[in-house]
């Protein structure tokens, strides 16, 4: 259904996509290690002009890239100007992006995952939030940032999606009993209950 999982264009990343995430150094000249965040790795063979966008403060910075290779899973970045271990340790946890013009052209049906940011979620008919974030990590399925009347995380899966419309920006989905209600805060009844276990 997507195509590239890069993340959230919102906020200070609007008008760019990620496509990897510089996770730690590589040998002794400057070399990254990252978690690719594209369905399109082979594009790195034609791109020589990336941005990294570090910190809490959101800085991007513009890198050319010499040279890549692909290993473990992940691709091993190459910069101009970056040629100490030291240097590349600066990198390390920044976003790799590209300008959100340069991405991949996808097949009819097919969109970006990133695109997904402000559309608003439903759960069998219920409004549960707007989407603030796209979180990619080990599981099979990226993480929706949703922003309610708390913060929720929720698995974007095939299984999970009834329908969704980016031009309406409205995501439906039927989630599993439960699911929403996690890691929500207990409520009085339930502190009490506890407590009255906790005595047995």
């Known amino acids: 259904m997507s195509g590239s999982r890069g993340s959230s264009t919102s906020g200070n990343d609007a008008g760019f ?18 978690a690719l965040l594209t369905d399109f790795p082979e594009r790195f063979a ?12 959101r800085e991007r910075r513009e890198l050319q890239l010499e040279d890549h290779w692909f290993h473990k899973g992940q691709v091993v970045l190459k ?8 240097q590349a340790e600066e990198l ?18 097919a969109f970006y995952v990133s695109d997904l940011a402000g559309c608003t979620v439903y759960d069998a008919g219920r409004e549960i939030g707007k989407i603030k974030d796209v979180q990619f990590g080990s599981g099979e399925a990226p993480l929706l940032v949703v922003q309610g009347d708390k913060e929720y995380l929720v698995p974007f899966a095939a299984g999970y999606i009834k329908a969704l419309s980016l031009e309406n920006k409205r995501l439906d989905m039927e989630l599993p009993e439960g699911m929403l209600e996690l890691d929500a805060p207990l409520d009085n009844e339930e502190k009490q209950r506890q407590k009255e276990s906790g005595r047995r």
């Open 46 to 57: 034609s791109r020589k002009k990336l941005f990294a966008l570090c910190g809490e403060k």
């Open 17 to 34: 996509v990620s496509i990897a995430r510089v996770v730690k150094t590589q040998g002794r000249i400057g070399e990254v290690a990252a």
């Open 79 to 86: 910069f101009a100007g970056v040629d100490s271990i030291s």
């Open 92 to 109: 390390i946890g920044c976003e790799i992006q590209v300008p959100i013009e340069e991405r991949a052209k996808l097949e009819e049906g």
